[in-house]
């Protein structure tokens, strides 16, 4: 299967690393990839590399962002991932662990991506010197990390629990965020 898209004006990366940023740009970012990964789930598919460099932006009439998930080559259907694949920073524990893969690898990745846009207490900076592995799981999952930060920021939470079982899939995520809009 190949999957073609018409061009964007960047990455988030780029957008990140070139312009200031709009207040909620990591939440925007969030709800907009968490629809896309509430479909893919919905068709038993993983992405199973959502990072910043794989969601592309094209800037709207209005200033606002439009996002879209890209770059599948890593995909598989649910049944087949069991693969070690991603790329590392983003990786969720499953993966590194050679464990059953589900479809809340992709919100791990993507609450790891929330981290690095955002910013939070640094992530993106201090990230850079952990490197990926189980001292970047202890810090994603840190409460003192999100403490003081917005209530939406707190409602993805677990998001970046290490256990599957206790991380929301893409549409409970979703919906935690729309209730506390």
Request: charged share 25%.
């Amino acid at each position: 299967m190949e999957i073609f898209m018409a061009h964007k004006d960047g990455s988030v990366e780029d957008l990140v690393g070139c312009r200031p940023r709009p207040h909620n740009l990591a939440k925007d970012i969030t709800v907009q990839i968490l629809r896309a990964l509430v479909y893919l789930d919905s068709e038993s598919l993983i992405h199973r590399d959502v990072k910043p460099a794989n969601i592309l932006y094209s800037e709207r009439e209005d200033g606002r962002y439009q996002f879209y998930l890209a770059d599948f080559g890593l995909s598989n259907w649910v049944d087949n991932s069991i693969s070690c694949c991603g790329t590392p920073l983003f990786r969720a524990p499953e993966i590194w662990k050679h464990e059953e893969q589900s479809s809340k690898v992709d919100v791990w990745s993507l609450f790891v991506t929330f981290l690095w846009v955002a910013n939070t207490r640094g992530f993106r900076t201090t990230s850079e010197h952990l490197g990926a592995g189980r001292h970047l799981w202890l810090k994603v999952q840190s409460v003192g990390y999100l403490a003081g930060i917005s209530k939406a920021v707190s409602a993805l939470r677990d998001m970046g629990a290490e256990n599957p079982e206790q991380r929301p899939s893409a549409r409970e995520a979703l919906n935690l965020l729309e209730e506390v809009e």
